[in-house]
């Protein structure tokens, strides 16, 4: 096993919550992929809905070195599942940090 980490810098989110609460209220569906990038491009999200939602999940160095790029899928749950995912994201990002 191995581990990355990054941090990534958003203004406000940059629509995270808002992405991931439409994910949730379309959980019958969509065509094609919605995409999700922060404001400098190093956290990205794609979602496709194939019966369950499946989000990719990228984070990349920064310019000007931009030296890796790592991506993950994660597998959800149209619906209930989604919506907590949803609810969680929104906690996370409007969460103060100690």
Same mark, same amino acid.
């Given at each position: ?7 990534? !810098? ?20 969509? +065509? ?6 922060? /404001?400098?491009?190093? /956290? ?8 369950? #939602? ?11 070195? +931009? ?7 994660? #597998?959800?749950?149209?619906? +209930?599942?989604?919506?907590? /995912?949803?609810? +969680? ?6 969460? #103060?940090? !100690?």
């Amino acid at each position: 096993w191995g581990s990355v980490e990054t941090s990534v !810098e958003t203004w406000a989110g940059d629509g995270l919550d808002t992405f991931f609460a439409s994910l949730a209220e379309d959980f019958r569906g969509w +065509e094609g992929t919605r995409v999700w990038h922060s /404001l400098c491009y190093d /956290l990205s999200l794609s979602a496709e809905h194939r019966g369950d #939602v499946f989000l990719t999940w990228g984070i990349r160095d920064r310019a000007p070195s +931009e030296g890796w790029h790592f991506e993950t899928t994660t #597998v959800h749950a149209a619906g +209930e599942d989604m919506r907590h /995912l949803a609810a +969680e994201i929104q906690t996370f990002l409007t969460s #103060v940090p !100690e």
